[in-house]
């Protein structure tokens, strides 16, 4: 093992502790795989896919494990389930028009076995995103973060003092979404434990979420307007150098209080639209536009149950299109929560099959030129509270933490997190430069204490108080 010493700080606990890292390998497939091009699909061609996304698991220690290092039982199982799931080993490559094509050569993913001299128990009783040490439990290999020519996935497995261990892998996006990953890493469990005999098989079939021949444009797609960068009293972008991550809890109790803010008609809504609704308002009022400036919400809502026939069990590709709410600062200002609830509600209304062959045409015809809106007055929202990645076991019992490890740009996820009390509940992180997270934590916490919302001479005429 070489031995790159490093520091890791958390900023919230005096802690530090010093991370061992063996030489990063490559994870060929145990045995000898297909040697084939495929392409992906038009849904998994968006330019606004093509970045890496982080996640990470937490597990105790597990007696029955006992002399056996979590790295080497995942790199084993992790060449076992390579040979099922190919595509992964290979690399993207770009065709004509931009058409991404996985190149099945078989060089692998890239796999990092790491030691840390500190204990589950030090890193705190609440795990939540973001984790300020995450950069040393998946190191950023270099050269390895680019979309094209890259290994899709690079996995880091850092054994703890206690015993127990962190599981960190990072996806390249263009490749699965949410639950593809949790299929893949899933298959890995199940081979870690031996017990493989009732696996999901994976299932490729990209075509199934191609646009149709002649591709049809049938709806406006806000997700992919051309939104120039708003003019704040802060900054214009979450390009700057003093962005802060900070993670923000909703239990049972807050869920409730929220629900309690909406007229009768709209309490049986979805705990993802409420916590959507209240979370967009709360940063649309932070983030200091003009009250006039269009703000947006793009809901990652999957199309797995909206197509006929539905997609197959084990389909693993992106299965995810992007509806969008559209208003202005002064409409969610000035309106009740419920105002932004129904926005909600309405852009997930959208979700059709014919919106999602839609979303596929766009990409056919205008694909390559087509992102999402990354500036401040776009938010992004994925719930991944239900994808069960927490059940993942290696074989030293569930994960007392899994999901993702940050936000990414204006793009925030929903994971599922307990509290220091031991409640379950949905954790956010939420990105934002430092004057805009210091509003946006006052106006959560107004609305949820029900006290009056305080703002600013400039901006108080535009804004009423909405939470009594």
Not at 307 to 320: D, K, T
Not at 451 to 465: D, L
Request: with cysteine.
């Amino acid at each position: 093992m070489s031995h790159p010493r490093t520091m890791a700080t958390l900023p919230t606990i005096p802690l530090t502790f010093t991370v061992r890292r063996c030489k990063p390998e490559l994870v060929a497939p145990a045995k000898p795989t297909p040697c084939e091009q495929k392409l992906l699909s038009d849904i998994d061609d968006q330019a606004s896919l093509r970045f890496q996304v982080p996640f990470v698991h937490f597990y105790r220690h597990q007696p029955s494990m006992e002399g056996k290092h979590p790295a080497e039982v995942i790199r084993t199982a992790l060449a076992q389930t390579l040979v099922l799931y190919y595509p992964f080993a290979g690399r993207l490559r770009e065709g004509a028009n931009g058409k991404l094509i996985v190149d099945c050569n078989g060089e692998g993913v890239l796999f990092i076995k790491a030691d840390a001299d500190v204990t589950l128990q030090q890193l705190g009783d609440a795990l939540q995103p973001p984790f300020p040490c995450f950069d040393e439990l998946l190191f950023d290999v270099p050269g390895s973060e680019g979309v094209l020519n890259c290994p899709l996935l690079l996995v880091q497995v850092t054994r703890l003092k206690c015993g127990g261990f962190i599981f960190a892998i990072r996806l390249n996006h263009a490749m699965s979404d949410g639950p593809g990953l949790k299929q893949f890493v899933s298959t890995v469990a199940a081979m870690a434990r031996g017990e493989a005999t009732h696996l999901i098989p994976p299932v490729w079939e990209r075509h199934l979420l191609d646009a149709p021949n002649p591709p049809r444009v049938t709806f406006t797609h806000h997700e992919y307007d051309e939104v120039e960068a708003a003019a704040t009293t802060t900054t214009t972008s979450l390009s700057s150098d003093n962005l802060v991550q900070r993670s923000f809890f909703f239990g049972p109790a807050e869920v409730s209080l929220l629900r309690r803010l909406l007229p009768l008609h709209l309490r049986h809504c979805s705990k993802f639209e409420l916590l959507t609704a209240f979370l967009w308002r709360c940063r649309s009022l932070a983030i200091n536009l003009h009250p006039d400036q269009e703000v947006r919400m793009l809901c990652v809502v999957s199309a797995r149950s909206k197509i006929e026939p539905p997609l197959p069990q084990g389909y693993y590709g992106n299965s995810a299109v992007f509806p969008t709410a559209l208003t202005t600062v002064k409409n969610l200002g000035t309106n009740p929560l419920g105002y932004a609830v129904e926005l909600v509600k309405q852009a997930k209304a959208r979700l059709t099959e014919e919106y999602v062959k839609s979303v596929a045409a766009l990409m056919v015809i205008r694909g390559k030129q087509l992102h999402f809106p990354n500036v401040i007055g776009s938010l992004i929202i994925s719930d991944l509270t239900k994808l069960g990645l927490e059940d993942v076991d290696f074989g030293w019992g569930k994960a007392v933490f899994a999901g993702t490890a940050k936000a990414v740009g204006v793009m925030c996820f929903f994971v599922q997190a307990k509290n220091k009390k031991g409640e379950v509940g949905t954790s956010v992180a939420i990105c934002l430069p430092a004057p805009a997270m210091e509003r946006f934590a006052k106006e959560l916490h107004n609305m949820l204490k029900w006290y009056p919302i305080e703002h600013t001479e400039e901006t108080k005429k535009y804004f009423i108080p909405s939470a009594m």
